[in-house]
């Protein structure tokens, strides 16, 4: 189930389970969208990216969905491994005569074999 | 290894010690970021180059802080006369606009964890 941590939401699913992770962007303006995957001791770790003028993309295993009218965004993991088990971030891009990325507080994810 | 590459990994020092970290982009992408990340919390955006020019600078990069890029390949950010508040996971990202897809995926190196005692 998902619970809410002291510091971050919690996620936590068996082995081969699919997994669904939520964010709520901030900027009806940002026009791309990352997920992030971020292991205990390493930097973060692209997943796969979205553009604003798209509603879903699927890269291996994983899924990402833009709801644009109620700014929220979802990273769906197929068949997930403990391998998967991470802080997972979404990022977004706003463009403002450079680019640059928010990120999210991030969820953690925890696979039980 | 071709990634972004930092160091040290981790550095311990005490208040009022000055600090530099090192961070080596993935070759030829034009533009380099720092971050700073504390336990929790996903990083936050202090500083971007774009070649050897620093662009954009965050609030959170008070005057103690300083970053270079002299050449445009590797950086260095500075902290001086350091403070515990300044305790988090520095971390460093590069990217490129050389590849015409006008996208912002930003590569991250491993970071460099600051204790300040």
């Known amino acids: 189930g998902e619970s809410v941590g002291l510091h971050l939401p919690t996620l936590s699913v068996q082995e081969g389970d699919n997994s669904i992770i939520n964010c709520a962007y901030s900027?009806?303006?940002?026009?791309?969208f990352i997920w992030y995957k971020q292991e205990s001791g390493k930097g973060p770790q692209f997943i796969i990216d979205i553009r604003s003028n798209m509603d879903k993309r699927q890269g291996q295993r994983v899924t990402v969905l833009l709801n644009k009218t109620v700014k929220h965004l979802s990273l769906q993991i197929a068949a997930t491994q403990p391998g998967d088990s991470a802080v997972y971030f979404c990022a977004e891009n706003i463009w403002s005569g450079y680019s640059t990325l928010t990120f999210g507080k991030g969820t953690m994810l925890l696979v039980s074999p | 290894d071709t990634g972004v590459s930092q160091d040290p990994r981790h550095k311990i020092t005490k208040r009022g010690q000055n600090v530099t970290f090192r961070c080596d982009p993935i070759?030829?992408?034009?533009?380099l970021y720092w971050y700073r990340q504390t336990l929790g919390q996903g990083p936050e955006f202090l500083t971007y180059f774009q070649n050897e020019a620093q662009l954009e600078k965050s609030r959170l990069l008070s005057d103690r802080f300083s970053a270079e890029r002299p050449k445009g390949s590797f950086s260095t950010l500075e902290i001086q006369r350091t403070e515990q508040g300044d305790s988090a996971m520095y971390l460093c990202a590069s990217s490129s606009t050389l590849d015409g897809s006008a996208k912002n995926i930003q590569y991250f190196g491993a970071g460099t964890r600051l204790s300040v005692l």
């Open positions: 070759s030829e992408h034009n533009r």
């Open positions: 900027n009806s303006a940002s026009d791309y």
